[in-house]
């Protein structure tokens, strides 16, 4: 039985016939499979951009679909490549920790692929992952692919500390295509939050919907993922607050 999809996402972009090649490739070995283009448009080189883009949505696909990831700074070094069933998925990609989010499921095991002779030292995604992916689609067992591999390279999102006051200290992961900046701070039932970014505090209305700001407003709100965001309304909080992955947000919370 083939599986219900394969996904893609890399850092290829669509301009240079490096995504059609893969799909050639796919479509070739399992010609029944849909293909399915997660994005292209991952930051070159951005793992924890890719990282993070997976884990919003791995689990949103049917048992037995195969997610294919190329963001591989490494290729043609010394890193692994790996294919690993987790949760009824199949993921295949480089050892770099992209896969990371499939890999703290209790269920998770990873192989490592062979790289035969004949694959492009720099283009893993066509000769390596691409068979191995066709391959898991179309029914072969994880563990005809390679050998198993006990530890795998894992990436872990860092968790916000509480201190002793009362305040949160968390960080910016990731920059958003509309600016908004997603960070790794649980907060809940507050109406207010004061903001730490690096200088000043700031105060900032806590809303439910982007559309509860006003024009131009910096606001916090809990984004699609449970975490608190930093937003503007039709604006960019990057780019007003001058913020970037990495850097600090503590958080002072006001009760209702």
């Known amino acids: 039985m083939s599986a219900p999809a394969i996904t893609l996402l890399t850092d290829f972009g669509t301009a240079d016939g490096y995504v059609a090649e893969m799909k050639g490739v796919l479509v070739c070995a399992a010609p029944a499979v849909p293909l399915l283009d997660m994005s292209h448009d991952v930051p ?6 890719a990282r993070l883009t997976l884990a919003r949505y791995w689990r949103r696909y049917p ?6 990831v190329v963001v591989d700074p490494g290729v043609g070094s010394d890193r692994a490549a ?3 069933a987790s949760d009824g998925r199949f993921l295949v990609g480089p050892d770099n920790g992209v896969l990371s989010p499939a890999l703290f499921a209790l269920d998770a095991r990873a192989v490592s692929l062979p790289i035969n002779q004949h694959a492009s030292p720099t283009f893993h995604g066509r000769d390596v992952f691409a068979p191995a992916a066709a391959s898991l689609a179309c029914g072969v067992a994880l563990d005809e692919l390679g050998e198993p591999l006990s530890d795998p390279v894992r990436r872990r999102t860092p968790q916000a500390v509480r201190r002793l006051d009362g305040a949160i200290d968390g ?3 990731t920059i958003d295509r509309f600016g908004n900046a997603l960070t790794n701070l649980l907060v809940r039932d507050v109406e207010m939050v004061l903001l730490e970014l690096g200088g000043p505090s700031r105060q900032f209305r806590l809303v439910r919907t982007y559309a509860d700001a006003r024009p131009g407003e910096g606001v916090a709100l ?7 965001e930093l937003a503007v309304r039709d604006g960019s909080a990057a780019q007003l607050f001058t913020l970037r992955r990495g850097d600090r947000v503590t958080v002072i919370q006001q009760q209702r």
């Open 222 to 228: 809990i984004g699609s993922n449970g975490f608190l």
């Open 171 to 173: 960080e910016v992961l």
């Open 44 to 49: 070159p080189h951005d793992v924890e951009f």
């Open 82 to 84: 790996i294919a690993i």
């Open 63 to 68: 048992v037995g679909t195969v997610h294919m």
